[in-house]
């Protein structure tokens, strides 16, 4: 298995260290031929914006391979999807037990608690942005 998750995108723009990179992401039927007919198949676009010293090295509409290494992935889904699971789960099972809230309450104290752990993510992107690094390299 290799270590790095590598996506093929074009560059949208550049600026002063950074080079903002389209990738266009498919499901697993986005490349099914009877796609059109089924309905069923979704492709996203999302933008990627790669730090780099060499961003005047690179041109909107040249095509490129964006990287991450596979750990900094698994820290990603850790941080986004698992903790906010943790947070919500353990708000639940505090307001229904030793609280004794109903379960509407309490149901509502979890997705304030998971909202309350995004906004804590979003105050703290700058030190996450350091540990989740892309590269960037010409094809």
């Not at 590598?6 to 992401?25: L, Q």
């Not at 933008?47 to 909107?60: L, M």
């Amino acid at each position: 298995m290799s270590s790095r998750i590598e996506h093929s995108g074009v560059v949208t723009r550049t600026e002063d260290g950074a080079v903002h990179v389209t990738i266009s992401s498919r499901s697993a039927c986005g490349s099914c031929k009877a796609r059109e007919a089924c309905g069923l198949a979704e492709a996203q676009e999302k933008v990627v914006v790669v730090r780099t010293s060499e961003a005047a090295a690179y041109a909107p509409g040249e095509r490129v391979v964006v990287g991450v290494r596979r750990r900094a992935g698994g820290i990603a889904v850790l941080l986004a999807y698992v903790g906010a699971l943790v947070v919500l789960m353990a708000v639940l099972a505090v307001a229904v037990g030793p609280l004794g809230w109903t379960e509407g309450a309490a149901a509502a104290a979890a997705l304030g608690g998971v909202a309350l752990y995004y906004v804590v993510l979003w105050l703290f992107r700058r030190k996450i942005e350091h540990t989740i690094h892309f590269t960037i390299t010409k094809i």
